[in-house]
């Protein structure tokens, strides 16, 4: 399925709260999964802002506005629940993917996402709100002594664009190049993610497409992740969260792959 | 009219050299420039180098920076003026080898706050414990004598780096990641792969338990009183006081949800002769 034919999928998402921007007139109320989201007006400018989990009150917030509130529930970096301990996501393949060598692939993965509030009326992030649907993961790329710790999230590999947990989950399109003279296992994708990259339609979301490159550095093979130039995601009935834009990164993958 | 030569003599001597009142100007001005280049430099410094090192190494730059500059401009200040440091100079060393004898202490605080700055066994913000002498906080400020500590029960520590310096030193931050180590004992008669799978279920629904390195759960011995399971997980280290005290509860309370006897401390008593408590006879 292209991203084209996914449109098919939209009436599923219908049964869900969308992702998008919101004005506030007197009462918003959304569900994301065990999340229930409520912005009531209570006074000339002031909001009163709830979130409930499995119908228990998690989050209370007051917000001043002296004009018309909006809102932004966006997908965001999956590093902040329930604590932000790294920048960095570990997409581990259930089943490791052999590329040939000096060879190219395109394939769909999925990535863990958390659900961002923020305003979207004051021109800067203004975050009020970040929430997980599901539960998180973490390990460590690397070593205790120097590696990093990533969001960890297992993830089938398909050659077809995949069906995305709702509210818990975005797909994203990697393109893996082989340089190396050998054939390669790749059993992990790690890269940092801060900004809020994020296509939607409606509750699905899509990341940016990454581009990961196998070569050969010294005597250990290594892989250098960032952002595609080819901007799939990019077409007209997807919306770019623009929140936080991440230009552009270069992560180097050097240990292991 | 007032003769100014009388108020000013064209030459005085001072430290043994004859000197102008414009030798003075010239050395005054020498000074002002060193002080100025100094605030200069320091603030230069800071914005461009100081902003890429740590907190305590940035203060000692500062320092080394500014008071190197002002004692070059002393120093060429009264050079200007013919003054000769020759005498003064031995006179230093000698003052030098009796200070230092008297002060053997206060240098090799020094001197172990310098290699510490090298050597960077920790920072300020760190969690440490100095183990030799049994202390352990968060360093607030490592200064040229002492390192100084606020303990976790919120005193104030104040250590001499020598005794730093020299003692073994446990840094709970230098890795990203800690591991949480326990001991769950069960009954003999419970099952010990259902107790194991119902261990490692637990440390999954915890976030903050790390997937890889994998928690490991293993029998680790067949004690008095019940079957001994290790417990290994590791977890960020900042989250490892609060993941020692949540784990142990978590998982008791699991097992006790599927029935897993946590067995009391017990001992079988076989008696050689029959017992004469009738009851038990009965």
Redesign the interface.
């Known amino acids: 399925m292209t991203l084209k034919d996914s449109v098919a999928k939209k009436e599923v998402s219908e049964e869900f709260d969308m992702f998008g921007d919101y004005t506030i007139e007197q009462k918003l109320d959304k569900r994301y999964g065990d999340e229930k989201l409520l912005m009531i007006k209570t006074g000339p400018s002031m909001y009163g802002y709830q979130r409930f989990h499995k119908e228990q009150l998690a989050v209370e917030k007051v917000i001043a506005s002296d004009k018309t509130l909006k809102l932004g529930i966006f997908p965001f970096a999956p590093i902040h629940?329930?604590?932000k301990?790294?920048d960095y996501v570990?997409l581990k393949l259930i089943t490791p993917l052999v590329l040939e060598s000096q060879s190219r692939v395109v394939a769909y993965l999925t990535m863990p996402i958390e659900i961002g509030v923020v305003r979207s009326d004051t021109g800067e992030v203004n975050m009020i709100d970040v929430f997980s649907v599901g539960?998180?993961?973490?390990?460590?790329?690397g070593t205790?002594?120097n590696?990093?710790?990533c969001r960890?999230h297992l993830t089938r590999i398909s050659a077809e664009m995949p069906k995305a947990a709702i509210y818990q989950e975005a797909v994203v399109k990697v393109h893996f190049i082989n340089q190396t003279r050998k054939v390669i296992t790749i059993n992990r994708v790690v890269f940092p993610v801060v900004g809020t990259n994020f296509y939607v339609r409606g509750a699905e979301a899509y990341y940016n497409d990454l581009d990961m490159v196998v070569s050969d550095r010294l005597s250990n093979t290594v892989a250098g992740v960032r952002f595609s130039s080819v901007k799939s995601g990019a077409s007209t009935e997807w919306a770019l969260s623009e929140a936080l834009l991440k230009q552009q990164f270069k992560f180097i993958m050097e240990w292991g792959l | 009219m007032v003769d100014l030569t009388s108020i000013f003599p064209s030459k005085f001597e001072f430290l043994g050299a004859e000197i102008t009142p414009l030798e003075i100007l010239i050395s005054i001005a020498i000074f002002a420039i060193g002080v100025i280049l100094a605030r200069v430099l320091r603030m230069t410094v800071l914005r461009y180098v100081g902003v890429h090192l740590p907190e305590e190494t940035r203060r000692g730059v500062n320092r080394a920076v500014y008071w190197g500059i002002i004692i070059l401009a002393g120093l060429a200040a009264l050079s200007n003026q013919g003054v000769d440091f020759t005498g003064a100079l031995l006179g230093a060393g000698i003052f030098g080898i009796i200070i230092g004898f008297a002060t053997q202490s206060l240098v090799a605080n020094l001197i172990s706050g310098l290699f510490m700055q090298i050597d960077k066994p920790m920072k300020i913000g760190d969690p440490v414990e100095i183990v030799d002498s049994n202390v352990a906080g968060v360093v607030t400020e490592l200064a040229a004598f002492s390192t100084r500590l606020r303990m976790f029960d919120g005193t104030y520590a104040r250590l001499p780096n020598e005794k730093v310096f020299t003692s073994q030193i446990r840094n709970f931050s230098k890795n990203i990641a800690r591991r949480v180590e326990f001991q769950v004992s069960i009954g003999y008669k419970e099952d010990i792969v259902q107790a194991i799978a119902v261990i490692n279920k637990t440390l999954y629904d915890i976030p903050m338990v790390l997937i890889e390195p994998a928690p490991n759960v293993f029998v680790d011995t067949l004690a008095e009183s019940g079957v001994n399971i290790n417990v290994f997980a590791w977890v960020p280290w900042q989250h490892w006081f609060h993941m020692r005290q949540q784990l142990v509860g978590q998982i008791k309370k699991q097992l006790d949800a599927v029935g897993v006897e946590l067995p009391y401390p017990q001992r079988v008593i076989w008696f050689a002769e029959p017992s004469k408590n009738p009851l038990k006879n009965a």
Do not use: C, D, H, S
Not at chain 1, 135 to 141: E, T, V
């Open positions: 629940t329930p604590e301990v790294g570990m539960l998180q993961y973490y390990a460590i790329y205790p002594e590696g990093l710790l960890y």
